[in-house]
């Protein structure tokens, strides 16, 4: 069963709403995924709201549920001791509640193990039919070094927030390059591919984008991979070098590719793009460098 998922429940119109709780994330150990109210409304396919039951006001309280490996709501809880009309009515609508079961890809969890530098971060998707867990990281196999820029090839633009932190190299020739307009804590930049409406983003800011991407990326995955972004000692004030980011891809069962690389907040991320525009993609993110802030 998926773990238990807390809902918040409005009467007016009861509105499920799962609180998001934290994993506990070992090598061995049994896992209970929650879901929160976005991801459980995106990930329902039957969504049912009740009217509060006669002599209650609107409110909102918590029930919990657990939902089956058939995508059905198995069993409802009076986590908060609720007067009974109330939990009778929260209950008989959250029983009507459906979710894909887990052989149509239903909702489940992903587990993030980034080590320090010398092993391969991991991330696995966690299913209803897992217990336990026995994580072993590798060696590390594969990493993304950064350097310090140089002075940009002919008909490439450098993109970044100003002139220092991180940058990348766009090939002017190949794509389109769509400027934004700095908001108050990050900027986005975006290239498109010449034909068609393929995008990469680019996410400059101290916050803004996440080290890794959406778990839906990896549920809905073939396969994925992830590996450390590193820059060596000096290069970032005030750091010793070693790993600074992580950069994770992976294939979507319709042949389309994603990729997102995070640095220190900063980073790219493209979605269900063509193989194609993928690898055009790819040589712009390949060309992250490090432009380090002068000392005054």
Request: aromatic fraction near 8%; glycine fraction near 8%.
């Amino acid at each position: 069963m998926f773990g238990g998922q807390v809902l918040h429940v409005r009467l007016v119109a009861l509105t499920l709403a799962l609180t998001m709780v934290s994993l506990c994330q070992s090598a061995s150990g049994k896992v209970r995924p929650v879901m929160s109210n976005r991801e459980a409304r995106k990930a329902a396919t039957i969504i049912l709201e009740a009217t509060a039951p006669p002599g209650f006001s609107p409110t909102e309280f918590t029930v919990r549920i657990s939902v089956g490996a058939d995508g059905a709501v198995k069993h409802v809880s009076n986590s908060d001791s609720l007067p009974e009309p109330l939990f009778a009515a929260a209950a008989k609508t959250a029983r009507q509640w459906r979710f894909p079961s887990v052989r149509d890809g239903g909702p489940g969890a992903v587990l993030h193990f980034v080590p320090n530098d010398g092993f391969q971060p991991q991330s696995l998707v966690v299913t209803t039919e897992m217990s336990t867990l026995k994580v072993t990281l590798d060696s590390e196999s594969n990493r993304l070094s950064l350097g310090v820029c140089s002075e940009p090839e002919l008909n490439f633009e450098r993109i970044g927030w100003g002139k220092y932190d991180l940058q990348f190299d766009v090939p002017l020739h190949d794509v389109r390059l769509i400027r934004g307009k700095a908001d108050v804590d990050y900027i986005v930049q975006i290239v498109k591919a010449i034909h068609g409406e393929d995008r990469v983003e680019f996410w400059f800011g101290p916050y803004a984008i996440d080290s890794t991407p959406d778990d839906e990326q990896y549920v809905e995955s073939e396969t994925f991979a992830t590996r450390n972004v590193v820059i060596p000692p000096g290069l970032v004030r005030g750091s010793k070098g070693g790993v600074i980011g992580t950069d994770t891809w992976g294939r979507l069962p319709n042949g389309k590719m994603w990729r997102q690389i995070a640095v220190v907040g900063e980073g790219a991320r493209y979605r269900d793009v063509s193989p194609e525009d993928a690898a055009l993609f790819d040589q712009i993110i390949n060309s992250a460098c490090w432009s380090p802030t002068p000392e005054n």
